[in-house]
């Protein structure tokens, strides 16, 4: 699944984000995408590529391991 998180204020984007991940957990999809920009979405880059991001999650219930990816303005994650 892919979630563009261009234009977000980050609580807002965080929201989308656990709101997507429990869709995945409905459909049973194994891998999530955020795009978050690189340049002027430096703050939304910052954090959804943190420990920070994989700890918070964690408390919602959601195990993310980190994916390589060849463009510095998406993050993947495989939902375990």
Do not use: T
Request: hydrophobic letters at 40%; a negative charge.
């Amino acid at each position: 699944m892919e979630i563009d998180l261009h234009e977000f204020e980050l609580w807002d984007a965080i929201e989308d984000v656990v709101y997507k991940l429990e869709d995945c957990k409905i459909k049973g999809v194994q891998e999530i995408s955020i795009i978050h920009g690189y340049k002027s979405g430096h703050v939304l880059k910052n954090y959804f590529q943190s420990e920070e991001f994989l700890i918070e999650m964690a408390r919602e219930g959601f195990k993310l391991k980190r994916k390589q990816s060849s463009n510095p303005g998406v993050s993947v994650f495989e939902i375990i």
